[in-house]
């Protein structure tokens, strides 16, 4: 797969960054974000996933090694975890990192902010049918279509650990329609057939590297090979004013509100930022994500494949054992 281009040097000129950005759909930064705070939110969040005894005992955490089989967005399990994540402040609070707000305005002009709506990624291994299937960003944030989404993993993220792909030029495909999928969101772009002559696009990210891409750029996960958790946080960024949905001003998944995410925050700034701001909201348009006639039969011969690999992990699996320290 060839890799994303890297526009580092862009950085000091913001029109070439657009042009570049309205020309591909997407733009890659090498270490634009300062590693530092990176580190910091995963250690965080990986003594969340130790905690809950995802980690395998005996292997340093900040590896993320996995021992379970996959735990993945929607079961309980994932939750007692994930609603954790979504309490650090350091999590909502690199959506406001520098570096990144300065790429954002180079798209969006002054005004440009972070949704409060901020998501975590823990992707295990052997989750391949769970990954992110090729979607537009659009059909679920709505809104204006210049909202722009910011991926960062927490760690160096080699293709091999299911990092993110775009399909170059796929922005410029307008709206599409979706079908089925069981990974994330249960829904996938219905590729037209001018995808066919698009290349998808992916890179061995280092830690501090981003990609920031359009709301209509068709892009995916590849899958996580590694025994590793593929730790990844992203954002999305749009100008005030433009229109957005009231569920991207609400947390993720929205299990808690805002007073009980901010309960032990210090940062004041970082609460209710957007009250001050030019917010125009418009209503959601569930229509976007209408699925096909025929998508219960696709769902159910996908969820039955599901269930036989996960009845396969089960098995490979079974109950950890107390103490192993391989
Ligand atoms: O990290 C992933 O698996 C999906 C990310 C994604 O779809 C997004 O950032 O919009």
Redesign the pocket.
Known sequence: MKAFLNSSELLHDPGAMKQRFDRDGYVYLSGLVDTGPLLELKRQIVAICDDCGWLKPGVEPMTATTWTAPKVEGEEEYFQVYDRIQRLQDFHGLAHDPAVITLMQSLLGETAFPHPLS?A?L?FPESQEW??PP?Q?FVNNQGTKDLY?C?IPLSDCPKSM?S?AVLEGSHKLGLLPVEYSLG?GHRQTSMPAEAASMQWLSSDFKLGDVIAFHSLAI???LPNDTNRMRI?V?YRYQAEGDEMIERCLRPHFEREGWAEIYQDWSREELKYYWEDKNITTVPFDATLGDLPDDHLSTAIKLQRSFNKSRAALAEKYGTPPDNDNA
């Open positions: 998501i990624r992707v990954s992110t979607h960003d989404a991926w299911g993110l994330a892009h995916r996960a990844s992203d």
